[in-house]
């Protein structure tokens, strides 16, 4: 099966600070990449779809300045968390869709906690 | 608004088939039925998806009825390791349409 991987898989930080996720489709190439948030009991939400060389696209609510997204390259989309407050402390997931079958493939997640 | 309804919570003895229900009655002609899974604190799982006709993998098959207005996951012989949140979803499957989840439905499977 495809495999994306997300890195980190837990990081915690004080408030303030910036924190940078990666997610990285490491055999196949993803023009498309998603970000998703996910509270405690709560569905994923969809925050942004990245594609590569271009400005993502932010869901509705969705504050892009604070919510960096790059997809500089085919294997790999990045967000960047700035100034990172409690409320932000969430579950981060990732998506990749493989161009060969049209079906998005998910990274393991990263939990960030703001202190 | 959402496209599927799935009821939110069924138990499942260990061993015996799983059968996970989802109805989308407004389902369009060119979209796909697609399932997810998601084990607790752990990134959604690819399962199966299907357009019309019934689908068997290693994991699972899908049972869509012939209306497609509604479909059904069936694991043959359900683990504890089943033990997720399910997630069936409609999409278009190509290269513009995402992945949107809905609350899905828990599946406990019980020793």
């Known amino acids: 099966g495809a495999v994306v991987s997300q890195h980190p898989s837990r990081v915690i930080c004080k408030s303030g600070t910036s924190v940078k996720i990666e997610c990285r489709s490491l055999?196949?190439?993803?023009?498309?990449m998603f970000w998703y948030r996910q509270f405690p009991k709560q569905s994923l939400m969809l925050m942004a779809t990245s594609n590569e060389g271009s400005k993502a696209t932010y869901e509705q609510g969705v504050e892009k300045d604070k919510f960096l997204i790059n997809h500089a390259s085919l294997t790999l989309s990045t967000l960047t968390v700035t100034s990172a407050h409690p409320e932000d402390s969430s579950f981060y997931i990732c998506?990749?869709?493989?161009?060969?079958?049209?079906?998005?493939?998910f990274g393991a997640g990263t939990r960030l906690s703001v202190l | 608004d959402a496209k599927t309804t799935q009821p939110p919570s069924m138990d499942c003895a260990e061993g015996r088939a799983a059968n996970l229900p989802c109805n989308h009655s407004t389902i369009s002609g060119n979209e796909y039925v697609y399932w997810y899974r998601q084990i607790h604190s752990q990134g959604p799982q690819y399962i199966i998806h299907?357009?019309?006709n019934n689908e068997t993998n290693e994991m699972a098959s899908l049972i869509i009825t012939e209306d497609r207005k509604s479909s059904t996951l069936i694991l043959p012989h359900a683990t504890l390791r089943d033990t997720a949140v399910y997630y069936c979803?409609?999409?278009?499957?190509?290269?513009?349409?995402?992945?949107?989840f809905g609350p899905g439905t828990s599946l406990s499977v019980i020793p």
């Open positions: 979803i409609v999409r278009v499957g190509t290269s513009y349409d995402k992945v949107i």
């Open positions: 998506s990749a869709r493989r161009l060969a079958d049209n079906i998005q493939y």
């Open positions: 055999d196949f190439q993803a023009t498309t």
């Open positions: 299907g357009l019309k």
